[in-house]
């Protein structure tokens, strides 16, 4: 499974838009990008999926370039409920029970 | 409602005893896992089921043990020999929705303390 690189943490002030990045150089060509958020003593939650250019839903967007080597979640305005880590899994379709191996995430802080 | 649920939320643990987490699933998902996450780190895969009766280890499998009798249960025992249990565990279970990727679903964790 491809390897993710993310930045340990990240501030950010209410309103502003985030954007956090995710590299994923080793990515295969059936690999979906799905990014997930966690809060403190909270299981992480799904926030949003893609495999390739752009994917938006209610809550983020999701930008993948043509090489699909990295991926950036897009949290537009955010506000203090915001705050908690981010995590990207990189992993193939159609055959659940990988292993799935989550990286660090990255902790996002939204200050007033 | 569907959902996964892990029991008990906090549990606390003598030195060389056995405790067993529990998580049951009712989403009809095929593969579950187990995670730990210790204070501020991320999460580490200790065992995955991808069908019934087989599972696989992690990258943290010594010291515990699983089991895979239904589809809808996937227990977790830390076992004496896991020297530092005391951590946050997390289970979740997933499956693919043909084209498209998997989405992961995970319980509210179960907190186990060594004492």
């Known amino acids: 499974l491809a390897k993710t690189t993310q930045p340990i943490s990240m501030d950010s002030y209410e309103g502003q838009e985030v954007n956090i990045t995710c590299s994923h150089n080793n990515i295969a060509t059936n690999d979906y990008i799905t990014w997930y958020q966690q809060f403190p003593s909270q299981g992480p939650r799904f926030i949003i999926q893609?495999?390739?250019t752009k994917v938006t839903n209610e809550v983020a967007s999701l930008f993948i370039p043509a090489d699909r080597k990295s991926s950036t979640l897009s949290l537009p305005r955010v506000s203090l409920s915001d705050t908690a880590v981010y995590y990207c899994l990189v992993d193939p379709p159609r055959r659940a029970g990988n292993m799935l191996t989550f990286g660090g995430g990255t902790r996002l802080m939204v200050k007033p | 409602d569907g959902g996964i649920t892990q029991s008990p939320k906090y549990l606390f643990r003598k030195e060389g005893q056995n405790v067993t987490l529990s998580c049951e699933q009712n989403l009809n998902h095929d593969a579950m896992y187990w995670y730990r996450q210790d204070p501020g780190q991320g999460l580490r895969l200790i065992y995955y089921?991808?069908?019934?009766?087989?599972?696989q280890k992690g990258d943290i499998a010594e010291g515990y043990s699983v089991s895979r009798e239904k589809k809808e249960s996937f227990p977790l025992t830390v076992t004496s020999a896991q020297k530092n249990p005391t951590a946050f565990y997390l289970c979740a279970s997933s499956t693919t929705r043909g084209i498209s990727g998997n989405t992961i679903y995970f319980g509210e964790g179960s907190w186990l303390t060594v004492v």
């Open positions: 893609g495999y390739k």
């Open positions: 089921s991808q069908i019934v009766n087989d599972f």
